[in-house]
Structure formats: structure tokens, C-alpha cells
């Protein structure tokens, strides 16, 4: 029986990947990804309207993976290892990609514009993150749990690109203690941003 091919988005995010890995970011374009990929010109068109757009389709595949990934069985854990857990499920998503990632990131500043087209799918991308672990992201305290675990985030993503170790020991200890940091700074303020209750159980 015939392997069934790829979908035409699956093939050229692996094309974009597999370029990104190979030379520097800046330096692929639209047609190469297209050519790597195995699809027209037009194809890609149809898909993606910009190198950023697969960067963001990246970041959606990821979210479902760490939203994927949730244990039920640490519903009872304190906010703070849900949300480490949650973190962690994003890197161990993207480990496949990390040279290709360490390209794309070394990057990305030279386009202010494709940053600024990101910026949106980040902070879903974190959101998700944050319901994945059972914490709220809606109202004010919602938003600005958002922002504090996204300056975390892309903090520790700088570490994680530099951590070869095969547990990432580096990652989660400076995960865990800005993590701790926060909480401790998000206590001082008035919004309830700290949300300390257990996960409600949602297999019952």
C-alpha cells in the first residue's frame, strides 16, 4: 500500500525547518522554502503569506502539543509546578527543532515587522500555556499573568538554546527560580494576580 504524502502544510514547515537548520534564516526565502518543500510557488501562497506565518504555525503546533500533553494526575500540585510542567511541555515539543529554532531566533530582530506580526501569537501561545497549567488568563490578572510567564518564557528560551544537557537541568532551575520570583512579586500587588487553588478536576 502506497504511503499516503504529507500534507502540503506539514511538508513546507519541514522544508522551512530543514532550511533554517542549514543556513541562516535571513538568507531563506519564499522560493527556497517552496522548492525544499516539494510545492509551487502558489501553493505556499495559498498556505502562507510570509516567512513569519510559519514561524507562527510553529508556535500553534506547539500549543497543541504542551494543551496535549497535560497530566491530569498533577490537577492537585501548587500553581507553580503546574506552570514549570507547562513551560517544560513547550521545550520538549521544540526539541526536535532546535538548531532550526536557534536560526529563526538569531534572526528575527533584522524583522521588526515579522517580530511585530508574532507578538499576537505569543501571547496566545503563552495563554495556553498558562490554561494548559489550570491558571486563568482572563480580566487584568489574566493579562498580566500572561505578560510575567511571557518575559519568562523568552528569558528562559536563551538558556534552553545554550542548554545541552539531556534533562535540562540549566532550563528548569532557571525556570524555577524566576518562576519563584515572580510570585513573590506578583503577591505585592493589588490584582490577584497569584493564583494559588488547585486545579479543578475536569475528568470527573
Known sequence: MAKRPKPVRDR????????AEE???RDVGLGDIAER???????????F???????????????????????????????????LDALLRRFDALAPMKSALASIMRDMPADPMGLL??????????GWTLESAGIGTSGLAGR????????IYA???????RDDSKDLTKTMA???????????FAALLPFGIVDSRPRADTNR
Do not use: N
Request: proline residues 3%.
Open 12 to 19: 513546507i514547515v519541514d522544508g522551512a525547518v530543514a532550511l
Open 23 to 25: 543556513r541562516r534564516w
Open 37 to 47: 518543500s516539494g510545492v509551487s510557488l502558489s501553493q505556499l501562497h495559498r498556505e
Open 49 to 83: 503569506g510570509s516567512t513569519a506565518a510559519i514561524v507562527a504555525e510553529i508556535m500553534r503546533r506547539t500549543d497543541e502539543a504542551v494543551v496535549a500533553g497535560r497530566d491530569p494526575s498533577s490537577d492537585g500540585e501548587p500553581a507553580h509546578d503546574r506552570v
Open 117 to 126: 506580526c508574532l507578538a499576537p501569537r505569543f501571547y496566545r501561545s503563552m
Open 144 to 151: 498580566l499573568r500572561v505578560k510575567g510567564v511571557s518575559a
Open 155 to 161: 528569558a528562559a528560551f536563551r538558556v534552553w538554546l
Open 174 to 184: 532557571f525556570l524555577d527560580k524566576r518562576l519563584s520570583q515572580g510570585e513573590r
